[in-house]
């Protein structure tokens, strides 16, 4: 038995911080930014799934709410100057590491496409990568 998926690349610049961490991973209580790769996985057995479709689907909402945004944990008081001073960033329930990051977008995938990724693949900056997959 043999099946068939697709994989789109995006890639975007974003800033994050992650507060909390101890030790070597302090330094992220830092505000600073990464660029970012996410590789997604679709299931495409039927062959409905069109490459551009998809591109336009996910690739938009990454360019609309993540591309020279900010990842904030929702409880950061740095998200008060984001959203006083209108600047574009997402607030994520938990810190927003790149598990959390690489979560958030098969969910995103899933709602806009009505598909459930078989794979997310997070790349942050160029050392630091984390994969959600289908459980």
Same mark, same amino acid.
């Given at each position: 038995?043999?099946?068939?998926?697709?994989?789109?690349?995006?890639?975007? /610049?974003?800033?994050? =911080?992650?507060?909390?961490?101890?030790?070597?991973?302090?330094?992220?209580?830092?505000?600073?930014?990464?660029?970012?790769?996410?590789?997604?996985?679709? /299931?495409?057995? $039927?062959?409905?799934? #069109?490459?551009?479709?998809?591109?336009?689907?996910?690739?938009?909402?990454?360019?609309?709410?993540?591309?020279?945004? +900010?990842?904030?944990?929702? $409880? $950061?008081?740095?998200?008060?100057?984001? =959203?006083?001073?209108?600047?574009? +960033?997402?607030?994520?329930?938990? /810190?927003?590491?790149? #598990?959390?990051?690489?979560? +958030?977008?098969?969910?995103?995938?899933?709602?806009?496409?009505?598909?459930? /990724?078989? =794979?997310?693949?997070?790349? #942050?900056?160029?050392?630091?990568?984390?994969?959600?997959?289908?459980?």
């Amino acid at each position: 038995m043999s099946s068939v998926s697709i994989t789109l690349t995006f890639r975007w /610049p974003m800033g994050h =911080r992650i507060l909390g961490l101890q030790g070597p991973g302090a330094k992220c209580a830092n505000i600073h930014g990464h660029n970012w790769q996410a590789d997604i996985e679709l /299931p495409n057995d $039927d062959g409905k799934l #069109e490459f551009g479709l998809v591109k336009a689907q996910i690739g938009g909402y990454i360019e609309s709410m993540l591309d020279h945004g +900010f990842a904030v944990q929702h $409880d $950061d008081p740095f998200r008060i100057y984001l =959203r006083d001073n209108e600047l574009k +960033f997402v607030a994520f329930t938990h /810190p927003p590491t790149t #598990e959390v990051i690489a979560s +958030f977008l098969a969910e995103i995938a899933s709602d806009l496409t009505g598909v459930k /990724p078989l =794979r997310v693949h997070v790349q #942050e900056g160029y050392r630091n990568a984390a994969t959600w997959r289908q459980s």
